[in-house]
């Protein structure tokens, strides 16, 4: 039944080992109704948000795993010049195209506060939004939740908090933006409003604005975003920060232009795979220094699994 289930059921007739289920029904649940069939015991095993993950439901226990899935924010790398990309969306950010406002955020966020509270602690912080498993991840060299550091560096760009309301501005222009994430996602809209809560601490204003992907899509070059990815390909690294792809579709939405970036990606396509791991990563490395995203952690994927059901390394299927 296309986008409700499929059912896998043994084969006699299979030449090779037989499996051990006779038959496994998969459901394609949004992650409200697969918590809704956990509880009623329709299911015996269901993936579910992290959200979900601390709750505790009789017959069931939670298995969690660590993923490659990291979330972060795409902080505009661009002023706001009028340039338009080519859905006519508004490409540039007067606020966040300042470096410093993204350096400031980047150092004044706490990152271990967001994983212990918005993702229920299933998690691991990344300040570079490489996961450490994958053969091009690198170490990041700054400390985050450094709150007065933060200010320190707006300060010195400019940015101060002339009329005493709490928030910095600079040449008349408040340190203001929004911060876009999927209304469905609630591990993104419990990012989105905690580093807004933690963005005041330092002088910025983030509004949280949740919707469908057909609301975020015209603000993705102008405004912040919850991104998630995760690809055991590091071909991703020229999707998110490749200046020739830049403001096209979801390619580079920061719109990073850094040729010194764009030289080592086209350096890294040259190479065979093993060899090309330590230029992606050297690739990574000049774009996260450029602060074009504010990274928060990857995402442990969590599950329902009944009390009957043995997943253990030691199950034979």
């Known amino acids: 039944d296309k986008g409700q289930q499929f059912i896998l059921e043994k084969n006699p007739d299979y030449y090779g080992d037989e499996p051990y289920f006779e038959k496994i029904t998969n459901l394609f649940l949004d992650p ?84 212990e509270g918005s993702l229920n602690g299933y998690g691991n912080i990344s300040y570079n939004g490489v996961a450490s498993q994958l053969p091009w991840a690198f170490e990041s060299t700054f400390e985050d939740g450094n709150i007065e550091q933060a200010k ?37 809209q419990a990012i989105a409003v905690a580093v807004a809560e933690q963005a005041k601490e330092i002088g910025i204003n983030i509004t949280p604005v949740g919707g469908s992907w057909d609301d975020i899509d015209p603000n993705i070059y102008s405004q912040g975003v919850v991104w998630g990815f995760g690809s055991a390909d590091p071909f ?9 792809v830049a403001c096209v579709g979801y390619d580079n939405s920061e719109g990073l232009n850094d040729t010194a970036v764009d030289s080592l990606i086209d350096s890294a396509m040259g190479q065979d795979l093993n060899s090309s791991y330590a230029t992606w990563s ?36």
């Open 32 to 115: 409200d109704a697969a918590f809704a069939a956990v509880k009623n015991g329709d299911v015996d095993i269901a993936e579910v948000p992290v959200a979900y993950a601390n709750e505790k439901v009789d017959g069931y226990h939670m298995e969690y795993f660590d993923s490659i899935d990291v979330r972060g924010i795409s902080l505009p790398t661009q002023m706001d010049t009028g340039k338009l990309s080519e859905d006519n969306y508004t490409v540039g950010n007067n606020v966040t195209g300042d470096p410093a406002i993204r350096e400031a955020l980047n150092i004044g966020i706490n990152r271990t506060q967001l994983v």
């Open 152 to 188: 320190q560096v707006l300060s010195d760009a400019g940015w101060n908090d002339t009329d005493g309301d709490g928030i910095v501005e600079k040449n008349g222009t408040k340190a203001s933006f929004s911060v876009y994430y999927n209304a469905k996602a609630t591990e993104r």
């Open 236 to 244: 991703e690294i020229e999707h998110q920060y490749d200046s020739r």
């Open 282 to 317: 050297q690739a990574a490395q000049k774009a996260v220094s450029n602060y074009p995203y504010l990274w928060i952690g990857t995402v442990d994927y969590t599950y329902f699994v009944s009390d009957s059901l043995n997943i253990s390394n030691g199950t034979h299927l």
